[in-house]
C-alpha cells in the first residue's frame, strides 16, 4: 500500500480543486473559504460541474446532501445524477443550484417544536468548508440542515457560528494587544476515539447489544483489567486486521488516523487523528464512527461505541483535544519563547479559567447523554465536576502572578513575565489523567466527553464560553490606557477570581466530591439535571450574544434531548422485560428443574443433597425476585405515559425507571454467578470480553 497515494484520494480537496477548476473559478472558490463570501451562482456550476465529472470518474453514480440533525448521527438522502433527454436516454447532470441547497422533507427527524408538520420543509445548505468526498459510488456533500423559518436543526450549524464568534474576540484581543497582522483564527481539534471490538456471533445472541448497544445484564468475570496486561498490550491478528482495514479507508477519504492501542479494559481499543479545523474533524469522526461499525462487521466483529458496554470494566469516551492557532501558524495556548509571548498565552488560559468557571453547567450539558452518565464518575472516568488540571508549572507560575502582581512600570513587567516563565515543559510527564479538562502542553484535553457522541456539542460549548470571557477581556484592553498593566490585573483577578475550578490532585477520589462541594462547584449528576440549566437566563444570553443559538433554538435542543434521554431508557427498560421474561426466568427454571431431578435421585440414594436444594431453593427465590421486579419495571413504563412534560418525564426515567431496572439486574445478576452455565441464555461476559484473538 503506497499510502500517500491513496490518502484522501476520494477528496475534493484544494489540491484536486486546482487541477479541475479554471483558476478564476478556483480563486472566487478560495475567497469564499477564507472570507467567508458567499458563493456566485455561475461559479458554484461550475464547481458543481467539476465536482460531477471528478466523482464519476471515482465511480459514483448519486449525490447526497450530508447532514448532522439532533440524532446524533449523520443522514443522507440519495439522488442519482441521470436527467432525460429527448431520445429517451439519459445524461449526467448535477447543478450549482443542487450543490447548494437541497430541499429535503426529513420530517421525521427531530426539530424540538420548530416545526410543524404542515410545513416539515427543511433544508441543507452546502458547507463549503468542509471537503465532498467519494464513499459507496456517492458523492458526499457536507451540509447544514435548517427549518423553513431558518432555525438551525443540526449540530453543524451552530458549530461554524461559535467557532466565528471565537475568531471575532482573538481578533479583538490580538488587536488590543498590538498585534496587527493576524486576520483569522481556526480551531483546532484531535479527538481520540475508544471503543470495544466484540465476536460478532458472541454479540448477535444477546439482545441488548443488539437494540442498546450495551449489556443490561451480566455477572462479573473472574478477571476484569486488574492486571493492566490489555493496555497498550500486543494487538491480537484479528483486531489488528480490522485496525489495517480500518486505517486505509479513513485515509482514503482524508482522515489522518495515527495512533492506534489497545485501551484500558479488554476488548477495549482507541483511535487518535492528527488534529485539524474543528469542523472538519467533527465531520471526520463521523466518518470514523461510521466505518469503525462497518469494518467491524466485514469481519465478523461487533464495534461497541456505547459509554459503557460493560459494568465493571472501564467505558469508553472520547478525548476533545482542542487549541486555537493563528493564521500566522501560532498556537495561542503554546508559551512561546519570549516574555510578550508568554503573557498572551497566560491570558488565554485565564480566558478558558473563567469561562470553565463561569459555564461549569454548560460544558457538562454538553456532554450529557443516557450511556455518558453510567461512565461518569464510575472510577474510569472524571466525575461530573467540572475543573481543570493546569499541572504544578503553570499553576505556580500564575500564584507567583497574583502574589507579584503589576510591580514594575515598563521593562521590569517583561522580566517579571521572563522570570516566572523561563521555560514551560512543553510535555508534562506527570499528566494527570483523572482530570475533566487537562492543560497538555499547547491544547486542552476534554475528557468527558462520551464515546459515541458527535464532536460538535462540546466544541460550540468551548468556542461559546471562551468566546464570552476573551470579549469580557478585549472591553478592557481596548479601553485600556496602560494595556500592560491591564493585561497583568486580568491575569491576576481571573487567578483570584476562579480558582476554585482549577484542580491538581486526584479526580476520582471520595475527597474530592467534599472539596468540590466545600469550593462551590457543581455536581451534576445525571443528564436531566445538566439538561436543565440550558436555559438558565446567562446561558440563553450568552449563546444570543455570540449569535450562536436563538433561544427558540436552544429550547428546541433542550426538547429533543430531555426526549432522546427517556426514549434511550425506554427501549433498555423493553429490552430487559424481554430478556428477563422469555429467556432468563425460563432458563433458571430449567435448573432449578434439573437441580430438584438430581435431588430426587441422590434422596433415592440415600446420597446428601443439601447442596444441591440451597441452589434450587436460592434461585426459585430470586426468579421470584425478577418477576417482581419485571412487574413493576412495566408498570412504570405504563405510568409514563401520563407525563406529558419532556423535562418531568426525564427526571421520572432517571429516578424511577433506571432505578428498577438496576435493582432488576443486582438479581439476574446474582443468578447467573450460581447457575450452570449450560442453561444461561446468552453468553457471558467472560465470552464476550475474551474471545477476539
Ligand atoms: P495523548 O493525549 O494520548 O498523550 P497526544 O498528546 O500526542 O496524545 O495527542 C492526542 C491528540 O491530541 C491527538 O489526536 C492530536 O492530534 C491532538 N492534538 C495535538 N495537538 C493539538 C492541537 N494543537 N490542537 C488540537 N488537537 C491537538
Ligand atoms: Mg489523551
Redesign the pocket.
Known sequence: MNIPEIFAENVFNEEVMKKTLPEEVFNSLKSTLEEGVSLDLSVAQKVADAMKNWAIEKGATHYTHWFQPMTGITAEKHDSFISPTKNGKVIMEFSGKELIKGESDASSLPNGGTRATFEARGYTVWDPSSYVFVKDNTLYIPTAFCSYGGESLDKKTPLLRSSEALNKQVLRVLNALGNNEVKSVKV?????QEYFLIDKEMANKREDLVFTGRTLFGAKPPKGQELDDHYYGAIKPRVKSFMEELDKELWKLGILA??EHNEAAPAQHEL????TTVNIATDNNQLTMELMKKIADKHDLVCLLHEKPFKGVSGSGK?N???I?TDTGV?LFDPGETPDDNLRFLLFISAVIKATDNYQDLLRASIASAGNDHRLGSSEAPPAIISIYLGDDLYSCLTAFEENGYKNKNKGVMKLGAKILPTLPKDTTD?NRTSPIAF????F?FRMVGASDSVADCNVTLNTIVAESLSIFADKLEKSKNVNKTLHDIIVETFKEHKRILFNGNNYSEEWLNEAKARGLMNLASTPEALETLTLDKNVSLFEKHKVLSSTEISARQHIMFQNYCRIIRIEALTMIEMAKKQIYPAINEYVCKLCETIKAKKALKASYKTDAEIAKKLSEINEKIYEKVNYLEYLLSKRKTISNPKEKAFFFKNEVLECMASLRLYVDDAEKITDEKYWPFPSYTKLLFSVN
Open positions: 483546532t481539534v484531535g479527538p481520540e495515527k495512533t487518535a487523528p492528527i488534529y478525548h483535544n482542542w487549541s492557532t498556537n499528566r497538555t502542553g499547547n491544547k484535553e
